[in-house]
Structures are given as C-alpha cells and as structure tokens.
C-alpha cells in the first residue's frame, strides 16, 4: 500500500541553525504535500505545503522542495528557534481521492 | 484559515462506560471529517472517514460498532467510544475537509485526550 517514509525521527540542533527533514512517498499520482506541526497535547497544525507542479516554495524561514522524479520532498527550517521545537508530520496525498497519508513524525529539538 | 473545534479536550472515564468526542468546523462547512487516533510518540491513525448524511467509512481493523460516528450535520462529527477499555486510551484528532478544495486540504482540531481507567 502506499506509504510516507519520515527521516529522521529525532533532530536536535542549536539556536540559529538549520533543521532539515526528509521524507520519501510510495504512491507516485500524489500531487500534494502538506507539512504540519503538532506541538505537545495539541492537534497538528498546516505550516506549509507544495503542489507537484512546483519545485520550491518558501515562506519566511521555512522552506519545502519537491522531486517528483525521486519522489523526495524536503522540509527546511532555517535560523531555528527555541519555539520551533515541536513534531513535524509531512504527508502525501492524492488530490483525487481523500486519504492522507502521513510520515511518522521528526521531534524536532532548538537548543536555547 | 478554517478553524476546527473538539469538545471536549479530556475525558476521564471508568472502565465500559461510552464516551462522546464532538468536532465542529467553526467557520466552514465539512461534509467530509476524519478522525484518527494517536498513541504516544507515533503518527496518526486513521480510524474513519464521516461524510455527512451518510455512514462512515472505517479503516481495517477500526471496529465500527465500537467507535460509532455520527455526521449528522455540516458543521459536526461525532466520535462516541462505547464501552471503553483502558487500551482505548488515546489522543484522538479530527480534521475536516474544506469543500471545493483542489487539493483536499484538511484542518485538525486540537485533540482529544482518552483516559479510560
């Protein structure tokens, strides 16, 4: 079936640096990626996404990209900051039908 | 953006008692909601999938008649554990779709933490 593979499973890095997480789909008609943020006892919440047809999108100090080729998508986080520290879903969804399927999660630690 | 609500945000129950978990999407109509299920430090699980004015649609191995959903209006999905056991105890999540959404995007609601003693 398909599946989102999520790496990795634990980032920690300090203030100020970057924070990289990678994530690999199965199912090659998915042609939208959304990336979520749950913070602890909270449900996640959309921090960006990106359609098939476009390589890159950046908003602020996130940033995701796209390889459909190698089905690879990049969530990038830049000038971290302690209240970044939170769990990253990506997921990968086939706009034709309704299930979302999503990664298993980056706990994403920003050391003050 | 669209918001989504639960109700209520913890529930504390004895054992083979039923609980009910309401979502509502505040500002937008839903006719379809999923719920899913987390267990602690793990992904989302899908449990179900509610279209309003019609049945559910259940993940395998989800047990319906043990998690009944209720979508009986636009704007509310409800989530009733009936005769919950302690392994019933979980974060469970809703999400709602925005209608006439190009890409099916979703919004979750806050959570529901499950505690069944």
């Known amino acids: 079936g398909e599946n989102v593979e999520q790496h990795p499973s634990t980032l920690s890095v300090q203030e100020g640096d970057s924070a990289v997480i990678k994530c690999t789909y199965s199912?090659?008609?998915?042609?939208?990626f959304p990336w979520y943020k749950q913070e602890l006892g909270k449900g996640p919440q959309l921090i960006i996404d990106?359609?098939?047809?476009?390589g890159e999108k950046k908003d602020q100090r996130i940033a995701v990209t796209l390889n459909k080729t190698a089905k690879h998508f990049s969530l990038h986080i830049t000038e971290t900051q302690p209240e970044d520290s939170a769990v990253y879903f990506c997921?990968?969804?086939?706009?034709?039908?309704?299930?979302?399927?999503f990664g298993a999660g980056t706990r994403l630690f920003v050391k003050a | 953006g669209a918001v989504v609500s639960q109700h209520p945000s913890w529930v504390i129950c004895k054992s083979g008692t039923s609980v009910k978990i309401e979502c509502r999407s505040l500002d937008f109509q839903a006719t379809t909601m999923f719920w899913y299920r987390q267990f602690p430090k793990q992904s989302l699980m899908l449990m179900a999938t509610s279209n309003e004015g019609s049945k559910a649609t259940y993940e395998q191995g989800v047990e319906k008649d043990k998690f009944l959903i209720n979508h009986a209006s636009l704007t509310l999905s409800t989530l009733t554990v009936t005769s919950a056991h302690p392994e019933d105890s979980s974060f469970y999540i809703c999400?709602?779709?925005?209608?006439?959404?190009?890409?099916?995007?979703?919004?979750f609601g806050p959570g529901t933490r499950l505690t069944v003693l």
């Open positions: 990106i359609r098939s047809n476009v």
């Open positions: 997921a990968a969804i086939y706009t034709g039908g309704f299930k979302t399927i």
């Open positions: 999400s709602a779709r925005v209608p006439g959404s190009p890409l099916n995007e979703q919004f």
């Open positions: 199912d090659s008609a998915s042609n939208y």
